[in-house]
């Protein structure tokens, strides 16, 4: 299951509207420095190539969406590919998503938060790098409006199974709820990469989102 290597990016592409470094942030920054329009803000943690970003931006014209990728090269791939489409409503950012929603994400102001496929960190002596834990999630619970919603999808069950023990320590979040698998019409209609890998090597995917109340 190789991965395809990225597309070589464009050198006259212009990603200025599209594409920050969170070192290079100013304490006072905020998310409305990123979009031209105020409307209600989603946040994936973890975009790899792109496509949630990509396709849920088009989707959702009304609404704002931030991605944040630890990984350069794929944080400029996920840019560019918002770049070519101009789709002002989207914005990537590259560097420790966990320490930038705890310093500049405002108390419930984020409508939906997407995390799909994090790192499993396979040994257990690093599983305390998991995204999914308890710092996070009361992060997670401070940024959240009511009813806004986390997603969560990974293809490790025993990393499933762990973390939704892990948020029935969060009664506000209210689920799991199950999320069915949908049918692709097209080759590239699902919701990550990673889910598309997956699913054409039959290995199964666990989802579930949960509603903040």
């Known amino acids: 299951m190789g991965r395809r290597a990225l597309r070589k990016l464009n050198p006259n592409l212009d990603l200025s509207s599209y594409y920050a470094e969170i070192e290079d942030l100013t304490d006072e920054c905020t998310v409305a420095d990123f979009f031209t329009q105020q409307q209600p803000l989603e946040i994936e943690v973890g975009s790899g190539k792109g496509l ?5 931006s088009v989707d959702h014209p009304e609404r704002n969406f931030l991605g944040i990728e630890i990984a350069r090269k794929y944080a400029k791939h996920c840019a560019s590919r918002l770049a070519r489409q101009e789709q002002a409503n989207a914005f990537m950012l590259q560097g420790d998503a966990l320490g930038f929603i705890s310093k500049h994400i405002g108390n419930n102001s984020v409508a939906a938060i997407h995390v799909y496929f994090p ?18 999630i009361k992060d997670i619970t401070r940024c959240l409006i009511p ?3 986390l997603h969560f999808w990974t293809d490790v069950k025993e990393y499933f199974d762990v973390t939704l023990e892990l948020l029935e320590g969060f009664p506000e979040l209210r689920g799991p709820n199950a999320v069915k698998e949908k049918t692709a019409e097209h080759d ?6 990673f889910e598309r890998r997956m699913r054409k090597n039959d290995i199964p995917v666990y989802r579930s989102h949960f509603i903040f109340s």
Do not use: C
Request: no cysteine; charged share 30%.
């Open 52 to 56: 949630f970003m990509q396709t849920a």
């Open 119 to 136: 790192d499993p960190w396979w040994k257990a002596r690093h599983r305390k790098r998991r995204v999914m834990n308890k710092s996070f």
């Open 147 to 149: 009813n806004g919603i």
């Open 188 to 193: 590239l209609d699902y919701r990550t990469h």
